[in-house]
């Protein structure tokens, strides 16, 4: 038992933990007493970070397809055969896909060999649609493209409203943290199209149906706005476009929206009530996967807005992400639709995901390179075996490499210094604790290899020379050194002349411009049910697992929970009210076939509370069931949303 | 009882520092906070320092584990086990009290029953002791209600009393005699043993002042739980609040389940680890078949309340299977310590009792 203070490298809450490290390796993990969001707390996934610091599942040695097969060559060889298969296309032939989970430094690197050297606007993150949308709309309203508020203030809002997915299985500490605000006197409300464990701790669960929370957020509006409860004196100070914003709501039919959500009017105007009324509020939703749309994004900060509740203490539009280093992805400009900053990326700076461009038909795509892959589920796969050069960057073994020609192995975040900015915008510095395994360097240094190789000598020596680099190119990050970050637990963005020790969170009296009200667009309505099709089937994330993601296999316990479930539903479940169950004449684990207009699947049926009659969810992490189903069926159901589709369900 | 002017501490934990591998409370540096910790400096512990975060568990039952390591010579069809020897005698410097009951409590589990664990044993057997009474409670303890404080009584090599500027120091063993010899410790007189019940005392007095947690009714809830009369809406209530993270497990200085699993590695050995559980888990109870008698999660928690708490668990420790440390008060994400829990029950019987 050796501790050193370190952040966990899970989610985008960041907690606090104190790795044990002996004998040059992590022997355990505990949580850290002292860190200013998780005091003390860490999630199931945190308590066994460990687990997958000491796997033996690393990739230790580059990698070159040769004869079909990956074989160990030397490191110069590995970065000579990746330069040169990456640098024979350029534009829409190549493309990046970076890691959410990657430091600032090993992005920020990424970045540059992509815009830089690869010449291509192609850098992509996966799992970033949900948090792109989050930014995009912050951006265009406050000029602030993060978390408004800040976790650590969660005890000063006297009203949280939670949208959509299920934050305390996501973002279990989050989750701990308005618990106890709503444990201490704060007013918690939830609003989602499923049972989750925040609505069960809410006073208030305002259980919309699928597709519902666009028009439930609409309706939230409306009502606040037609009864003139707005802050009519905030918006006079600090905001612009509400007139615009007044009658794009007045063209709305409240009895439409509340029909549309599934909620009865009453409520919807108990909840506007009490948001105008309260003194501080705040709202949360995760981003990413089993996030929220742009428009539904846009309409939560709008009633905000209205409602004063945006730039003052204990308030705030709180998007959280479900990766450590979303934020700091975003703040690097490793995304197509952003630069550094974030500021949008226009006309040929605007580029396209690797999916995208995988999904264009013909793909333009000839080159890739992927960092650390989280996902299991490969779409597209006959395109990329097609492809002529596929590098993969990472520390651990990955089904993706089958795709590979080119593997290089990276150090873990606890085997380099690197910088991981959560979801409040806390930039925050975790040391080397061990060496990494003989041979394997940061990924930062890699791609800077790669850069050399293409004639580009970078300066930078080490990952606090990159954070130099990222400091002089986002203005956010201005004034952040390591140094300054280590003092405390690290430095919540804008870290800048104006603001040396960062600022805990956005606020409107001292904000540059006014804030904006952000145009939902036009209304897509919601899908509707049939004769034919009497259920709408949600797809998201199993509860307890967590981005059906590579990494959790390689560890012990959470592997055992998740296999707990797969094992009980090898083909994996649709999860329906008892009472359809019984309709139907089906117990818990018999099979039935899920119908939609192009195509069915079999799975097993898992009675359950969480949905309401009429509705049924399937997890999305099991491998080759929903995907399959979906792209057989031709269907679209995205799932970062709250979106459904009509299907049937058939005994047997 | 002998008497140590307290500048002395460091040449205690210095001389100990010569045999065994050091640890005992530090404080962390960005935040003062203590933990529990090896220790290379002997300067570094801090005797005065609170209850550390994490108990002194994971010295005798470390949070991952290699019990055994074997390779399988297929040609020879012959297995060759590997076993480490590396536990080094270790020096516990400053034990509180609720954490030296807990390692009793461990040694009855792992020792004290039918099968005696040998990896438990190995670490647990050249150990030396040096307890520390809590001269005043912390605002998270009730070891009171629990009899596992302030003072230690049983399981020490030797026990420290702060008296003023002195340490009262008794010693428990063989080994502790012989350090209080080696360090030249005076005697503390015919009035000693007077003095040190008197500064317990005054501890004890003060709970009601500074412990939040000292009117925790554990007998009462004791009952109720050994007899089951405990309502289903009371446990869903806790069930509803549980987060599933372990961290209670973790945090306690009793809890002393594992799982065990083997890993292969590429080069043909295998790895059998074994690691900290924690009955929050769905997977910790699932059997073979499928079968899982406490898959609900307020079933999961009831089974940890009781292994705390009834009476037929505390016949296995001889004491009552929660020692008032107050640890998983504080990492619990819900509000789900074991007194909240307390709290929660005792609602119900008082509720009960007004009908």
Known sequence: MSTRTGICNFCGTGCGHLLDVAGGAVRGVFASPDHPVSRGRLCVRGWHIHELLSTRERILAPLMRRNGRLEPVSYEEAIAAAADGLGRHAGNEVACLASPRASNEDNHNLTKLARTVLGTPNIGLSSDQGHGDAVDVLLEGAGFPAMLGALTEIRDARLI???????????????????????????????????????????????????????????????????????????????????????????????????????????????????????????????????????????????????????????????????????????????????????????????????????????????????????????????????????????????????????????????????????????????????????????????????????????????????????????????????????????????????????????????????????????????????????????????????????????????????????????????????????????????????????????????????????????????????????????????????????????? | MYIMPKSQARALAAALAEEYDLYGPVLREASGEPTFDRVEDPAAIRLEAAIPYNPPKSVVFPQAERVLSYRYDREAKKAVFVRDDLVRPKALVGLRACDLSGLLCLDRFYLGQDYVDEFYRDHRKRMFIVANTCVRPFPQCFCVCTDSGPAPREGFDVALTAAGDDYLVEAGSEKGQALTRRLGLKDAGPGAAARRAAIVDASIASFDGAAMENKAWISRVMNRITTGFISNDVWEYIGDQCFECGACSFVCPTCSCFNVEDIDSREGRTDRVRSWDSCSYEGYTRMAGEHNPRRPVEDRRNKRFFCKLSYSQSKKYLRPGCVGCGRCNRVCPGDIGIANVVTYIRREITKAGAK
């Open chain 1, 161 to 652: 409203l939670v949208v959509g997915g299920d934050i305390a299985r996501l973002n279990p500490i989050v989750g701990s943290e308005i618990h106890r605000a709503a444990r201490a006197g704060a007013e918690l409300v939830t609003l989602s199209s499923r049972s989750t464990q925040i609505a069960k701790l809410s006073g208030r669960h305002l259980w919309t149906r699928p597709g519902g929370l666009r028009p439930a957020l609409a309706a939230l509006a409306k009502i606040l706005v037609e009864r003139g409860w707005h802050d009519a004196a905030f918006l006079r100070d600090r905001a612009e476009g509400f007139d615009d914003f007044a009658r794009a709501l007045a063209g709305l039919d409240l009895a439409d929206l509340a029909a549309a959500s599934g909620l009865e009017p009453a409520g919807l105007e108990d909840l506007a009530r009490r948001l105008a009324q309260a003194p501080s509020a705040m709202a949360f939703f995760t981003t990413g996967l089993a996030g929220l749309d742009r428009a539904s994004t846009a309409l939560l900060f709008d009633l905000f807005l209205a409602a004063g509740k945006i730039g003052r203490d204990g308030c705030g539009v709180n998007p959280v992400t479900g990766i450590c280093n979303i934020v700091g992805s975003y703040d690097v400009g490793a995304t197509p639709r952003f630069l550094a900053g974030p500021r949008r990326a226009e006309g040929p700076a605007a580029g396209r995901t690797p999916r995208e461009l995988l999904a264009l038909e013909p793909t333009p795509l000839r080159a890739l390179l992927v960092a650390d892959r989280d996902e299991e589920i490969v779409r597209h796969a006959a395109k990329l075996q097609a492809l002529d050069c596929v590098v993969y960057v990472g520390a651990y073994e990955n089904p993706f490499t089958e795709f590979a020609h080119v593997v290089i192995p990276a150090a873990t975040f606890a085997e380099t210094d690197g910088t991981y900015t959560n979801a409040e915008r806390r930039i925050q510095l975790n040391r080397r604790k061990v060496e990494p395994p003989a041979g394997v360097h940061p990924a930062w240094r890699v791609y800077a290899d790669i850069a050399a190789r293409r004639g580009a000598a970078w300066p930078a020596a080490s990952a606090e020379d990159v954070m130099l680099e990222i400091a002089a190119t986002v203005p956010a990050y201005a004034a952040v050194t390591y140094a300054g970050l280590e003092k405390g637990f690290g430095l919540q963005w804008p870290v800048d002349a104006a603001h040396p020790a960062g600022a805990v969170r956005f606020d409107a009296a001292a904000a540059p411009r006014r804030l904006r009200f952000v145009p939902a667009g036009a209304d897509p309505g919601v899908p509707a049910v049939s004769k034919d099709f009497p259920f709408l089937l949600m797809a998201g994330k199993a509860n307890y697992f967590w981005h059906r993601n590579n990494i959790m296999k390689k560890t012990r316990i959470p592997r055992r929970e998740y296999n707990a479930l797969l094992l009980l539903y090898p083909q994996g479940f649709v999860e329906l009210a008892a009472s359809d169950a019984k309709a139907l004449g089906v117990r818990d684990r018999a099979p039935v076939k899920v119908v939609a207009a192009g195509g069915s699947m079999r799975v097993a049926v898992r009675i359950s509370a969480d949905v309401k009659p009429g509705t049924a969810f399937v997890p999305y992490f099991i491998e080759d069931m929903v995907p399959g189903f979906l792209n057989a069926a031709g269907v679209t159901i995205d799932e970062d949303q709250d979106s459904a589709i009509p299907v049937r369900i058939e005994k047997g």
